[in-house]
C-alpha cells in the first residue's frame, strides 16, 4: 500500500492510498492535531490554545518550552553524542545515577526506556535475588488489585485490566493479582515462593486510589520478614506528583526497589529501576540490558528535570496547590451535584462522576481543556507541576462547567 501525503497548514499528514492512517489504531485519538506548547497549554493546528490537565499522561512536569530543558539538549547535543551504547562509560548517565542515589534508599540504578520496562527489570532483578537468597521456587510476583504496571507480557500480567489481558494470553507465568487486603497479602506472600510485591502508593490508571499508608506499612513489615523485595512504582505518581520528589517519602515506607519513567526525561522516552544495595549485590553483567537505556542525551535532560522536580519550593507549592486542589474539587462536587468521590493529593486527583468521564474529557476539548480519564466514570487530572494557581482556577472553572453540563 503506497502513502500519500497531504498538507494541512504547516504540518503534514499522512494517510495511505486506503485512505487509512498509517499508525495502527491502538488509540482513539482525539480530533485536534497539536502543534506547539506554550508554558501549560497546548495549541492546536486551528490556533486553538487548551490548558493542560493532562500533561501527556503525567509526564510533561515541567509544561512545554521550558529553557533549561532546551539548553540541556543543546549542550548534550554539542558533544555529539546523542548515543554511544552501554559498552562505554558516559558522564551523563552516570551522573544521573548519583543524583537518584543521593536522593534516596537506593544505591544503584538501571535505566531504560519506559515504565513497562522498566517493572520488567525490576521483576527480573527480583528474581535473580529471590533465587539467591532462597531456592529455585522463589520467582512469584505478586500485585495488587486495582494495579496498572504496564503492558509487556509480564508488566501486564501484574495489571488489573481483564480486557487489556484477556486477548493476550498467555501472559508471563508465576505473576499474580492479590485483592488489597492485610489479611489475604499474609497467605499470598509465602517466603518460598514469593519473591517480590509490586504497589504502587497510589494507583494513577486504575482510578486514582491513594493506598493507606498504614496498609503501606504493615506490608513493608510483611515483606521485610519474609525477605520479599517491596517494589514501589512510581511511575505515575514519582518525581514531584504527591509534593515529594518520591512518593514514599511522605509515608513512612522505604522500598528495596522503585521504578520511574513518565516525567524523568522531560518527555524523551527513559525509564529507571532504582535498587537496594543487597538486591544490587546479586545483579551481574548480562543479567539484564538494553541498547538506548541511560545514554547521553536523554540522561542529561533527565539531569536537568531532576534537578527542577528536587527544588523545594516548587514541592511545597505543590503540596499547597494540591491542599487547595482537593478543597476546590470538593466545592465542585458540592455545586454540581455530578461527582460521587474525589481522591487524590498534589496534583494528582481522580473524580468519580456519574456519566461516562470519556464525555466529560471530549466536552473539555470544545471548552479548551484537556483532561484525562482512569476508568470508565473517573476523571482524573494531571497538572504540570508548574502550574500555578490562578491557572489551575482557570482550568477549575471550565471543569466545574463540563461537570455540570
Ligand atoms: N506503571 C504505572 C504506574 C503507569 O502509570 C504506567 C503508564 O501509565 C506504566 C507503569 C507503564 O509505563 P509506560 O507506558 O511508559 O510503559
Known amino acids: 500500500m503506497s502513502a500519500v501525503s497531504l498538507p494541512l497548514d504547516e504540518e503534514v499528514v499522512t494517510i495511505t492510498s486506503a485512505g487509512v492512517s498509517p499508525l495502527l489504531p491502538t488509540y482513539k ?36 518550552g521550558d529553557p533549561g530543558i532546551a539548553q540541556a539538549m543543546s549542550d548534550a547535543l554539542s558533544t555529539g553524542l546523542i548515543h554511544t551504547s552501554n559498552l562505554y562509560r558516559t558522564p551523563a548517565g552516570e551522573r544521573l545515577a548519583a543524583k537518584l542515589v543521593e536522593r534516596s534508599f537506593a544505591s544503584q540504578v538501571f535505566f531504560c526506556n519506559s515504565g513497562a520496562e522498566a517493572n520488567e527489570g525490576a521483576f527480573k532483578f527480583a528474581r535473580r535475588w529471590g533465587r539467591k537468597i532462597g531456592t529455585d521456587a522463589k ?38 493479582i492479590c485483592e488489597r487486603d492485610i489479611a489475604e497479602l499474609d497467605t499470598a506472600l509465602d517466603e518460598e515462593r514469593v519473591a517480590a510485591l509490586i504497589v504502587e502508593p497510589i494507583q494513577g490508571e486504575g482510578g486514582v ?14 515483606t521485610a520478614q519474609r525477605e520479599i523485595a517491596l517494589i514501589f512504582d512510581e511511575i505515575q505518581c514519582g518525581l514531584g506528583r504527591t509534593g515529594y520528589f518520591f512518593a514514599y517519602e511522605n509515608l513512612g515506607v522505604v522500598p528495596d526497589m ?16 532504582l535498587v537496594s544495595e543487597e538486591i544490587g549485590a546479586t545483579i551481574q553483567p548480562g543479567d ?20 527542577r522536580l528536587s527544588d523545594t519550593s516548587l514541592l511545597e507549592a505543590v503540596r499547597e496547590n494540591g491542599a487547595w486542589l482537593g478543597e476546590q474539587l470538593g466545592a465542585i462536587a458540592r455545586r454540581s451535584g455530578k461527582v460521587r468521590a474525589i481522591r487524590g493529593t498534589g496534583y494528582i486527583w481522580g473524580l468519580d462522576v456519574i456519566e461516562p468521564a470519556n464525555e466529560i474529557v471530549k466536552r473539555g476539548w470544545d471548552e ?16 504540570p507541576l508548574v502550574m500555578d494557581r490562578d491557572e489551575l482556577t482557570r482550568g477549575l472553572k471550565i471543569l466545574e462547567k463540563i461537570i455540570s453540563k
Not at 485519538?29 to 508554558?39: D, T
Open 29 to 64: 485519538r482525539a480530533p485536534m492535531q497539536l502543534v506547539r506548547g506554550e508554558g501549560v497549554e497546548l495549541i492546536d493546528s486551528d490556533g486553538k490554545r487548551y490548558l493542560d490537565f493532562a500533561s501527556g499522561i503525567a509526564v510533561n512536569a515541567l509544561g512545554y
Open 288 to 307: 539484564h540490558g538494553t541498547t538506548f537505556g541511560g545514554g547521553p542525551l536523554v540522561a542529561a535532560v533527565a539531569a536537568h528535570v531532576v534537578d
Open 139 to 176: 520467582v512469584e510476583i505478586i500485585a495488587l488489585r486495582g494495579s496498572f504496571h504496564g503492558r509487556l507480557f509480564a508488566s501486564l500480567a501484574a495489571t488489573d485490566r481483564p480486557s487489556y489481558r484477556a486477548p493476550f494470553r498467555p501472559l508471563a507465568g508465576a505473576v499474580s
Open 258 to 273: 522503585l521504578t520511574l519513567a513518565k516525567p524523568l526525561a522531560g518527555g524523551l522516552p527513559m525509564g529507571a529501576v
Open 209 to 222: 486510589r491513594v493506598l493507606d499508608s498504614d496498609f503501606l506499612r504493615r506490608l513493608r513489615t510483611l
Open 368 to 383: 479548551g481543556l484537556l483532561a484525562l480519564t482512569a476508568g470508565e466514570y473517573t476523571l482524573r487530572l494531571l497538572p
